[in-house]
């Protein structure tokens, strides 16, 4: 059993930076690929991000790339997701998973985190 537990997120102005991270237990870490996804009020939940196993692969929403950043440390047991140039519309509860392959179809994710919510004012 894989527990996931991501960082605070927070509130901050359009045009900050926020650093989520996802400490993951219970499995060896490199074992897993992982992503991360986010739900706003009102809307299904979104890919934003995936990274492969050992870090060499990522692949982003249109809607962040360039803008967000997805990494891990695997020595540390911990993904992480660099948010830059935030906007408004990535308000959002952002939500780690691990799974056996780095994609962008939830399904294929076997673990998720409990969520932390982004908040970002104009």
């Known amino acids: 059993q894989v527990t996931l537990v991501e960082s605070r997120g927070g509130s901050v102005q359009a045009g900050d930076s926020l650093r989520l991270s996802c400490a993951a237990s219970?499995?060896?870490?490199?074992?897993?690929?992982m992503a991360w996804f986010r739900q706003a009020p009102g809307k299904e939940r979104e890919f934003v991000a995936t990274?492969?196993?050992?870090?060499?692969?990522?692949g982003y929403a249109d809607s962040v790339k360039g803008r967000f950043t997805i990494s891990r440390d695997n020595a540390k047991n911990t993904g992480y997701l660099q948010m830059n140039s935030l906007k408004p519309e990535d308000s959002a509860v952002y939500y780690c998973a691990t799974g056996r392959i780095a994609t962008r179809a939830q399904g294929t994710y076997d673990y998720w985190g409990q969520g932390t919510q982004v908040t970002v004012f104009s």
């Open positions: 219970g499995r060896t870490f490199s074992f897993d690929a």
């Open positions: 990274i492969s196993r050992s870090g060499g692969t990522t």
